[in-house]
Nanobody, 127 residues
């Protein structure tokens, strides 16, 4: 059973930065992908950033492109989300997700691609 543990959330003022980390246990490099999702109160969960385990291609939601960067360290089974120039609308619970199968069909920003989820870490951005 894959386990995902997020860390790095917190409170920050607008224009600030945070770096989220996701530690994956019992997860080996394969054809899948890993991603970051977020859910704000009263809103649906949305894909923020995704990265393909082999090759390292990345994809981003339009709302975060140019501000957020997803990266991975396969040797340590870690995935990171560097968030810069944060805005109040980025306030949400952020979740790490992992897929053991190909993400080509649905893409790395779709929940349908993922098999495992972390418990989430809260990010709050004040104006």
């Amino acid at each position: 059973q894959v386990q995902l543990v997020e860390s790095g959330g917190g409170s920050v003022q607008a224009a600030g930065s945070l770096r989220l980390s996701c530690a994956a246990s019992r997860y080996t490099v394969g054809s899948g992908c890993m991603g970051w999702f977020r859910q704000a109160p009263g809103k649906e969960r949305e894909g923020v950033a995704g990265i393909y385990r082999v090759g390292g291609s990345t994809t981003y939601a339009t709302s975060v492109k140019g501000r957020f960067t997803i990266s991975q360290d396969n040797g340590k089974n870690m995935v990171y989300l560097q968030m810069n120039n944060l805005k109040p609308e980025d306030t949400a619970m952020y979740y790490c997700a992992a897929s053991l199968r190909s993400c080509i069909s649905y893409g790395a920003l779709s929940e349908l691609s993922y098999d495992y989820w972390g418990q989430g870490t809260q990010v709050t951005v004040s104006s």
